[in-house]
């Protein structure tokens, strides 16, 4: 087992994939917005978007 670096947070849903996103100003000062008044970071905010988007698929 490697060793951890320090600081690492035990999860169990790791983040082991990182997606780059091209977007304009307008849409980047939305989203953090969203991230300042829900308390959340861009990637919480961004993976949030994606789940609610899925259930309304499901339905």
Same mark, same amino acid.
């Given at each position: ?19 780059? %996103? !091209? ?9 953090? /917005? ?11 905010? %961004? !993976? ?9 698929? /499901?339905?």
């Amino acid at each position: 087992m490697a060793a951890m670096k320090k600081g690492t947070k035990l999860t169990d849903t790791p983040k082991d994939y990182m997606l780059r %996103v !091209r977007m304009d100003k307008q849409t980047l000062d939305m989203l953090d /917005k969203v991230c300042e008044n829900k308390g959340l970071s861009r990637s919480e905010t %961004v !993976r949030n978007g994606i789940e609610e988007m899925y259930r309304r698929i /499901k339905k």
